[in-house]
Each structure stands twice: as structure tokens, then as C-alpha cells.
T-cell receptor, first 114, second 111 residues
Framework: DGGITQSPKYLFRKEGQNVTLSCEQN?????MYWYRQDPGQGLRLIYY???????QKGDIAEGYSVSREKKESFPLTVTSAQKNPTAFYLC?????????????FGPGTRLTVT | KQEVTQIPAALSVPEGENLVLNCSFT??????LQWFRQDPGKGLTSLLL???SQREQTSGRLNASLDKSSGRSTLYIAASQPGDSATYLC??????????WGAGTKLIIKP
């Protein structure tokens, strides 16, 4: 089955620790995205990548980092510099960046930092 | 700056009723508008995508309309079922190919 997988589903960390969220897709999509979702708010874009070895900051990139070494994988690291890391994180992909292409979403990772 | 608003934040209706969810946006310079469904604790499922040149799209019991000039879209759900209970999100694609999201409408269909 083609799709996007995110792991783990739930993640708990102590304040001050870095944590990496996994996102893998087998849809042969060029573009991948990371969003953050907080209660009562719309999704906000953290980082996106249009092609391997290239990525751009979204609206709320501070305290996050990404890499895109393979087409299928786009891991997100939440660093200790992120002031409010507890949130639901969603990864998405699309065939290419552009207006014709729908974004497909993974099941999400809920991160709790205490 | 583009802003997307969805009102109401929550809606509860009896099973079988037809209903309309609303989405408004402040900048008419969009490439498309998309409606998504999100079940609790889950990812998003795309329901309908309307290109800026289109007025509406239909899929089964769902019909979405787009009026760019007034900055409004509606999602019409016919003959609602308990399985339609979810949060419905709309998003517009701006001139930078970025999706700008509304906060969603939480829909509850009462059996």
C-alpha cells in the first residue's frame, strides 16, 4: 500500500532534550512538508522540501531542524530551543510543489514535553 | 496576509439532516481551496479540491463551492450520518504555493 508513515504515534520527552520525528513516504512524491497543529488553531508550516538535499523554512521554523537525504524520508528534529514543543505534528507529501497537486498526510505524532 | 476563518467552531445536528460548513478567506489571490477531514488523533484526509477557476466540486454526498470574489467557500453535506462526525478543515493555497489553514469546524452527528 502506498502512503505516508510517521513514527512513533506518541512521544514523551523531558524538557531540554532533542527529539527526532520520523516521516517516510512510498508515493514517489518530490515534495514533503512538516506541520504543527495546536488545539483551536489551523495547521502551521514548519519546513518543506521540494527535492532531495534542499529544504526551506516555513512560518514557524525556529527551534526545529530537518534533513532530506533521501526522497522517501524527511525527519524533523525538535530541539531544546523550541519553547513550546508539545503539539501534534503532521507530515505531508505531494507529487510536486504546485497548485495542481494535493497534499497527502500521515497519521501524525503527538509529542509531549514535560 | 492571508487569513482563513471557519465558523462555527463546533456544530451538532441530528442524523439525516443536510448541513453547510463555512470557510472564509481574506485574499482572493489563491490557486485553490481544499477541504479536509480529521478524525480525533488522526491525520488529515483530503475530501475535495477546487481550483481557483472552478466554482464547485462534488464527491458523493459532499459538495464544495468556491466564490473567490467574496472570499467564501461552503461544504455541503447531504443526509448526514454518524460516521460524518469529525473535524472539517479548509485550506487555501496562496501565491507561494503554501497552504493557509482554518482552525476547523468540529461536527457531531447525533444518531
Amino acid at each position: 500500500d502506498g502512503g505516508i508513515t510517521q513514527s512513533p504515534k506518541y512521544l514523551f520527552r523531558k524538557e531540554g532534550q532533542n527529539v527526532t520525528l520520523s516521516c517516510e513516504q512510498n508515493l514517489n512524491h518530490d515534495a514533503m512538508y512538516w506541520y504543527r497543529q495546536d488545539p483551536g488553531q489551523g495547521l502551521r508550516l514548519i519546513y518543506y522540501s521540494q527535492i532531495v538535499n534542499d529544504f526551506q523554512k516555513g512560518d514557524i521554523a525556529e527551534g526545529y531542524s530537518v534533513s532530506r537525504e533521501k526522497k522517501e524520508s524527511f525527519p524533523l528534529t525538535v530541539t531544546s530551543a523550541q519553547k513550546n514543543p508539545t503539539a501534534f505534528y503532521l507530515c505531508a507529501s505531494s507529487y510536486r510543489e504546485g497548485f495542481s497537486y494535493e497534499q497527502y498526510f500521515g497519521p501524525g505524532t503527538r509529542l509531549t514535553v514535560t | 496576509k492571508q487569513e482563513v476563518t471557519q465558523i462555527p467552531a463546533a456544530l451538532s445536528v441530528p442524523e439525516g439532516e443536510n448541513l453547510v460548513l463555512n470557510c472564509s478567506f481574506t485574499d482572493s489571490a489563491i490557486y485553490n481551496l481544499q477541504w479536509f477531514r480529521q478524525d480525533p488523533g488522526k491525520g488529515l484526509t483530503s475530501l475535495l479540491l477546487i481550483q481557483s477557476s472552478q466554482r464547485e466540486q462534488t464527491s458523493g454526498r459532499l459538495n464544495a463551492s468556491l466564490d473567490k470574489s467574496s472570499g467564501r467557500s461552503t461544504l455541503y453535506i447531504a443526509a448526514s450520518q454518524p460516521g460524518d462526525s469529525a473535524t472539517y478543515l479548509c485550506a487555501v493555497m496562496d501565491s507561494n504555493y503554501q497552504l493557509i489553514w482554518g482552525a476547523g469546524t468540529k461536527l457531531i452527528i447525533k444518531p
